[in-house]
T-cell receptor, first 112, second 116 residues
Framework: QKEVEQDPGPLSVPEGAIVSLNCTYSNSAFQYFMWYRQYSRKGPELLMYTYSSGNKEDGRFTAQVDKSSKYISLFIRDSQPSDSATYLCAMKSAEYGNKLVFGAGTILRVKS | DAMVIQNPRYQVTQFGKPVTLSCSQTLNHNVMYWYQQKSSQAPKLLFHYYDKDFNNEADTPDNFQSRRPNTSFCFLDIRSPGLGDAAMYLC???????????????FGPGTRLTVL
């Protein structure tokens, strides 16, 4: 079993839709959770960062962490074609040398 | 703008011919990381420097080495590239992980390596 599981997609939605992207993880020691957006042939760009459980909102993006279920989500409201990219979840624990553990990424396609 | 820069963006080398990839940063971050990312896979950490301290991942092949001559620059050396080393190589930086904001890593655009 991988430490972080993420559905690879692709997920295709119409412009304006609400998108839900998810990751599950197995290691309860993870404390820090991140979402990265990666456009084709580019490096990952940090979108959201949360610590422990709860919600965090930034513009059209909302990150949720449910540590009891070992489940994190990224919601994108009013999705735009420019949101089309691969979304990688990543998480970290001080117990594991502060190394980021990534999911394999979900490909999102927003159609105009 | 403060940033992480990688050169070259595309590198072609021959099987067994040494190659060096370069990363520089203007963020003045303590930590610099090298990741390998193959198509449709998660980035895989190879090693990182916390200031001058080198930290190798246990499963990183000996074929991969790194140098950090100063705060701003870090190099990835592949001594004898094999076909399986063709990938995107990503450099990332962060503040010291024991410092505020130290959990956030900022990535460069990557170098795509082709091995012929």
């Amino acid at each position: 079993q991988k430490e972080v599981e993420q559905d690879p997609g692709p997920l295709s939605v119409p412009e304006g839709a609400i998108v839900s992207l998810n990751c599950t993880y197995s290691n309860s020691a993870f404390q820090y959770f991140m979402w990265y957006r990666q456009y084709s042939r580019k490096g990952p760009e940090l979108l959201m960062y949360t610590y422990s459980s709860g919600n965090k909102e930034d513009g059209r993006f909302t990150a949720q962490v449910d540590k009891s279920s070992k489940y994190i989500s990224l919601f994108i409201r009013d999705s735009q074609p420019s949101d089309s990219a691969t979304y990688l979840c990543a998480m970290k624990s001080a117990e594991y040398g502060n190394k980021l553990v990534f999911g394999a990424g979900t490909i999102l396609r927003v159609k105009s | 703008d403060a940033m992480v820069i990688q050169n070259p963006r595309y590198q072609v080398t021959q099987f067994g011919k040494p190659v060096t990839l370069s990363c520089s940063q203007t963020l003045n971050h303590n930590v610099m990381y090298w990741y390998q990312q193959k198509s449709s896979q998660a980035p895989k950490l190879l090693f990182h420097y916390y200031d001058k301290d080198f930290n190798n991942e246990a499963d990183t092949p000996d074929n991969f080495q790194s140098r950090r001559p100063n705060t701003s620059f870090c190099f990835l050396d592949i001594r004898s590239p094999g076909l399986g080393d063709a990938a995107m190589y990503l450099c990332a930086t962060s503040r010291g992980y024991d410092r505020p904001g130290g959990n956030e890593q900022f990535f460069g655009p990557g170098t795509r390596l082709t091995v012929l």
